[in-house]
């Protein structure tokens, strides 16, 4: 019964900015660490960014400085910042959430939402 479920998405031009969220909703015990990975065509799927549950966080390389994740523990919600986009930040965004789910026998366990197209011109 657990669905992540993203919103903010879009076409942007180069140096502009986008928001991203992603709700995980349900029956919830409780959320760990959640993230954002992203997918180009013909590319792997790469970790873009991870927040714990107590607000520390990781970045790859190529987004430092421009990407800022952050969450709502209150709404079980995580956010992706993303300011000066580039052409090559052009992709399916995923988010991602390490959490227990309501009755669950084994414990917590990664959750993925269906991915929101991040498509940034030049």
């Known amino acids: 019964q657990v669905q992540l479920v993203e919103s903010g998405g879009g076409l942007v031009q180069a140096g502009g900015s986008l928001r991203l969220s992603c709700v995980a909703s349900g029956s919830i015990f409780s959320v760990n660490a959640m993230g954002w990975y992203r997918q180009a065509p013909g590319k792997q799927r790469e970790l873009v960014a991870t927040?714990?549950?107590?607000?520390?966080?990781m970045y790859v390389d190529s987004v430092k400085g421009r990407f800022t994740i952050s969450r709502d523990n209150a709404k079980n919600t995580v956010y992706l910042q993303m300011n000066s986009l580039k052409p090559e930040d052009t992709a399916v965004y995923y988010c991602?959430?390490?959490?227990?789910?309501?009755?669950?026998?084994?414990?917590?366990?990664?959750?993925w939402g269906q991915g929101t197209q991040v498509t940034v011109s030049s």
């Open positions: 991602n959430a390490n959490l227990r789910a309501v009755g669950a026998i084994r414990g917590a366990r990664e959750y």
């Open positions: 927040i714990t549950s107590g607000g520390s966080t």
